[in-house]
C-alpha cells in the first residue's frame, strides 16, 4: 500500500521561502500513470490544489499560485518536494501531499500545518 | 475557474437515515470528472466516489455517486456511526481542479 509522509517547518516568516517534502514508500514514485500532487486546506476548511509533477519531471501548476510555485521530483530517493516563495499570513495552511489518478487523490499524506508569522 | 457550490451546508440526521448531498457546478464538468471525499477532524480527505459514480477501493456500497453535467449527488443510503463527518465535491474536468466547500453531517 502506497503510503506518503510530509516533512518540513512548520513556522515560516514571510516573505520567506516554505519549502516541503513528500517522502513515498510501499511503491515507486517512477511508476507511470501518476502524478504526484500538492494540495492546500486553508483555515475555514477551504480545499485548494497547487499543482502535480509527473515522474519524468513534467509539471501543472494552478494558475493562481503559478508565480509563486515549484514542484520538484527526486525519483532516486522516491520524494517530491513544494516550494512557495513569497509567503504571506494567508499561505498559512495544512499541507497535503497526495498521489494523483488523473485528477483525483486516492492515496494522501497525513497533512503538514505550516504557519506563516513574523 | 469551476465554482462548486455544495447544499446544504449543514445536514443533521440519525444513524439509519438516509442522506443526499449535492454539489452544483458553475458551468458543465467535462466527462462527468467529478469526486467525493469525507474528512473526519485531524485526518486527510478519503476518496469514496470518482468519475461521479465509482466508488473506491474498499468503500461500503451505501455511499453511491451520481449526476452529470452542473449537478452531482452523493447519497449515503443508511448512515453508521462512522459516517458523521464532513463531505467534499470535487472536479477534475476543467483545470484547475477545483473543491466544494463542504458539508457537514451531524448527529441529531
Known amino acids: 500500500q502506497v503510503q506518503l509522509q510530509e516533512s518540513g517547518p512548520g513556522l515560516v516568516k514571510p516573505p520567506q521561502t516554505l519549502s516541503l517534502t513528500c517522502n513515498v514508500s510501499?511503491?515507486?514514485?517512477?511508476?507511470?500513470?501518476?502524478?504526484w500532487s500538492w494540495i492546500r486546506q486553508l483555515p475555514g476548511s477551504g480545499l485548494e490544489w497547487i499543482g502535480y509533477?509527473?515522474?519524468?519531471?513534467?509539471?501543472y501548476y494552478n494558475p493562481s499560485l503559478r508565480s509563486r510555485v515549484a514542484i520538484s521530483i527526486d525519483t532516486s530517493t522516491n520524494h517530491f518536494s513544494l516550494n512557495l516563495t513569497s509567503v504571506t499570513a494567508a499561505d498559512t495552511a495544512v499541507y497535503y501531499c497526495?498521489?494523483?489518478?488523473?485528477?483525483?487523490?486516492?492515496?494522501w499524506g497525513q497533512g503538514a500545518l505550516v504557519t506563516v508569522s513574523s | 475557474e469551476i465554482v462548486l457550490t455544495q447544499s446544504p451546508g449543514t445536514l443533521s440526521l440519525s444513524p439509519g437515515e438516509g442522506a443526499t448531498l449535492s454539489c452544483r457546478a458553475s458551468?458543465?464538468?467535462?466527462?462527468?470528472?467529478f469526486a467525493w471525499y469525507q474528512q473526519k477532524p485531524g485526518q486527510a480527505p478519503r476518496l469514496l466516489i470518482y468519475?461521479?459514480?465509482r466508488r473506491a477501493t474498499a468503500i461500503p456500497d451505501r455511499f453511491s455517486g451520481s449526476g452529470s453535467g452542473t449537478d452531482f449527488t452523493l447519497t449515503i443510503s443508511r448512515l453508521e456511526p462512522e459516517d458523521f463527518a464532513v463531505y467534499y465535491c470535487?472536479?477534475?474536468?476543467?483545470?484547475?481542479?477545483?473543491f466544494g466547500q463542504g458539508t457537514k453531517v451531524e448527529i441529531k
Open positions: 497526495a498521489r494523483d489518478n488523473g485528477g483525483y487523490w486516492e492515496y
Open positions: 510501499g511503491g515507486s514514485i517512477s511508476i507511470s500513470g501518476y502524478y
Open positions: 509533477i509527473y515522474y519524468n519531471g513534467d509539471t
Open positions: 458551468q458543465s464538468v467535462t466527462s462527468s470528472y
Open positions: 468519475d461521479a459514480s
Open positions: 470535487q472536479q477534475y474536468g476543467n483545470s484547475p481542479w477545483t
